[in-house]
């Protein structure tokens, strides 16, 4: 199973930006997609943004739209997401994933560690 990486997190103001990145141990597929959760204290793990391995088809929530953007580099299997315009409610543990076909917001099988963002008002 392919092992995840994240770098990135730190402590940044409200209005401020990062940029996280996401490793894989070994390529991808073309039928693979890589995408981004979060989970925040005291609540579930949600949905952020995802890229298909092979098309560049992209997908957010609602709530990050705008703001962060996905991107991918095939050659050196990573994947990141840029953070635009911060806000506190964006202060999580940021995770990447991988998975097969289907649905960009779910079914993904392999996860990383975390990366922690936290944003300062």
């Known amino acids: 199973q392919v092992q995840l990486v994240e770098s990135g997190g730190g402590l940044v103001q409200l209005g401020g930006s990062l940029r996280l990145s996401c490793a894989a141990s070994r390529r991808m597929f073309a039928t693979d997609k890589m995408g981004w959760f979060r989970q925040a204290p005291g609540k579930e793990r949600e949905f952020v943004a995802a890229i298909t391995w092979a098309g560049d088809r992209t997908y957010y929530a609602d709530s990050v739209k705008g703001r962060f953007t996905i991107s991918k580099d095939n050659a050196k299997n990573t994947v990141d997401l840029q953070m635009n315009s911060l806000k506190p409610e964006d202060t999580a543990i940021y995770y990447c994933?991988?998975?097969?076909?289907?649905?960009?917001?779910?079914?993904?099988?392999?996860w990383g560690q975390g990366t922690q963002v936290t944003v300062s008002s």
């Open positions: 994933a991988s998975g097969g076909m289907g649905p960009l917001s779910k079914n993904y099988d392999a």
